[in-house]
C-alpha cells in the first residue's frame, strides 16, 4: 500500500497503520534536515494561503526545499485573483498545471475539501477555518510519541478554545483513535462543538472531563496548608501527563468584547501549569499569545519549540510520500485499528437540498458548489455537511444514495 497520489483534508483520511508508516518516515527524515535529499528533484509544491501563517507555510516550503523540491508561493490571498473573486475551484484548477501538490490554508471550514475536489494533483489541508488541521496533528502526534514513547493510555489536557481551534478538533481525534485519555479545558463559550464530541463518543467511546478552566481544577493556595478542594485539584493535575494550550481564536469572534471575556479566564494559568507534575509535556501549536508566559521557556517540561521544530520531518516524510518519491512501508491492518463506519450520501435528486447551517462554511460563500450531507452512522435523526461535518436534522422524505 502507498500514499502516492493521496489528499490529506482531514485526519480521518489515513489510518492508523498509515500514520504509522509516516512517523517512521518522519523518523529517517529528522536524519535530513539540513542540506538537500534530492528525492523530489523536478517536483514543484504550490502553498496556497488565504490565512497568516508563519510555521506551517514556512515548513511545508523548507520541506519540499530540504526534499530537493522547488515551490511557488501564495501567501498573501489579497495580492491574487482572489481579491476579484476568483473561486477555490478555479484557483486550483490554474495551480494544479503548474504544481505537483498543494498545500492550502482557507479561512472557509471544508475548504480544503473543496480544493481537492477539483485539483488533479494532491492537496494538503494546512487548516480549513475551524475544522481541522491535520498536519498539525501529525506533527503533535510524533512530538508526543517521541518524547513519551507512546501515545496508548496517556493522560492528556486540551486546553484553550475548543470550539474555533482547528488544531485540537484534528488532535483529540487523533489522540482518541490510538489509546490516549483526553481532558477538554475550556472557558465558557468556547466549548469543543457537540457534533465532534458525539463523533468522539460514538466512534472511540471517548467520553471526556470537562472543566472551565485550570483555575477551576486549581484554585490558587489562600493559606499554607492545602484544603480539601485544594489537594483534590492537586491530584486531578497531576494526572495529566501532556497540557496541550491553545490560543483563543480571535479571528473568528464577532466582537472584541466577546473575545476579552474569553481570554478573562486564562488568568492564572501559568501557576497550574509550574504546579504540573515534573514528567509532563507542555505543548502548544503557536503563536502563543498570553496562555504561557516567556519565563516558562526555559522550563525542562516546555516542549513547544521542539514540537515547532518536529515540523520540517514531519512535513518532509509526508510530502515525500504523497508525492511517491519514498515508498512508505504500510504494515497489513490488525483486529485493534481503528476503521471508520462507512457513510452514506444523502440523495437529493428528489428534493431541494438542504443549506449547511452552519454560516463559515464553505457552501454557504462559493455558492456554486452543491450542499452535499452524509447520513451518520451514530445520529440517525442527523446528517453532516461533507465539507465541514456540521450537523442538521434528516429533512423528510431523504434517502441515501446509491
Ligand atoms: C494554528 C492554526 O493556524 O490553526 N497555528 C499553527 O498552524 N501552528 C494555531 C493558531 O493559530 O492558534
Redesign the pocket.
Known amino acids: 500500500m502507498t500514499l502516492e497520489g493521496r489528499d490529506l483534508i482531514s485526519i480521518f483520511d489515513f489510518s492508523d497503520q498509515e500514520l504509522e508508516a509516516v512517523f517512521t518516515l518522519a523518523d529517517e527524515m529528522s536524519q535530513h534536515t539540513r542540506g538537500n535529499l534530492g528525492l523530489a528533484d523536478g517536483l514543484i509544491m504550490c502553498t496556497l494561503f488565504y490565512e497568516p501563517?508563519t510555521?506551517?507555510r514556512l515548513s511545508f516550503e523548507a520541506a519540499m526545499q530540504r526534499l530537493g523540491g522547488g515551490v511557488i508561493s501564495v501567501a498573501d490571498a489579497g495580492a491574487t485573483s482572489v481579491a476579484k473573486g476568483e473561486t477555490i475551484a478555479d484557483t486550483v484548477r490554474i495551480v494544479e498545471s503548474y504544481a505537483d501538490l498543494i498545500v492550502i490554508r482557507n479561512p472557509y471550514d471544508g475548504s480544503a475539501k473543496v480544493a481537492a475536489d477539483f485539483a488533479g494533483v494532491p492537496v494538503i489541508n494546512a487548516?480549513d477555518g475551524t475544522h481541522e488541521?491535520p498536519t498539525?496533528t501529525l506533527l503533535d502526534l510524533y512530538t508526543i510519541r517521541r518524547a513519551k514513547g507512546k501515545l496508548k493510555d496517556l493522560s492528556v489536557a486540551l486546553v484553550g478554545d475548543l470550539r474555533y481551534?482547528?488544531?485540537v478538533h484534528s488532535l483529540a481525534f487523533g489522540l482518541a483513535r490510538l489509546g490516549a485519555k483526553i481532558t477538554l479545558i475550556s472557558p465558557p463559550g468556547l466549548e469543543m462543538p457537540a457534533h465532534l464530541l458525539a463523533r468522539l463518543e460514538s466512534e472511540f467511546r471517548c467520553r471526556p472531563e470537562q472543566y472551565r478552566s485550570l483555575t477551576e481544577i486549581v484554585p490558587l493556595p489562600r493559606g499554607r496548608r492545602p484544603n480539601k478542594q485544594q489537594a483534590w485539584a492537586e491530584e486531578v493535575l497531576s494526572q495529566f501527563e501532556v497540557f496541550y494550550m491553545?490560543?483563543v481564536?480571535k479571528e473568528r469572534f464577532d466582537t472584541e468584547a466577546l473575545y476579552q471575556q474569553a481570554t478573562a479566564a486564562y488568568g492564572e494559568v501559568p501557576e497550574a501549569l509550574r504546579r504540573a507534575r515534573t514528567d509532563a509535556l507542555v505543548m502548544h501549536?503557536?503563536?502563543r499569545v498570553e496562555e504561557i508566559p516567556q519565563d516558562f521557556d526555559r522550563d525542562p517540561r516546555a516542549l513547544y519549540f521542539r514540537q515547532a521544530a518536529y515540523g520540517l520531518p514531519v512535513r518532509m516524510a509526508l510530502v515525500a510520500a504523497l508525492l511517491g518519491r519514498r515508498t512508505t512501508r504500510v504494515r497489513k491492518a490488525r483486529p485493534g485499528d481503528y476503521k471508520p463506519a462507512p457513510r452514506h450520501e444523502v440523495d437529493f435528486r428528489k428534493l431541494s437540498p438542504v443549506r449547511c447551517p452552519n454560516p463559515r462554511c464553505v457552501t454557504n460563500h462559493e455558492t456554486y458548489l452543491a450542499p452535499q450531507f452524509n447520513f451518520l452512522p451514530y445520529a440517525p435523526g442527523l446528517i453532516a455537511c461533507a465539507y465541514c461535518e456540521h450537523e442538521t436534522p434528516v429533512p423528510v422524505g431523504v434517502e441515501a444514495l446509491g
Do not use: I, N
Open positions: 501563517s510555521r506551517t487548516g488541521h498539525q481551534g482547528r488544531t491553545t490560543r481564536q501549536p503557536l503563536p
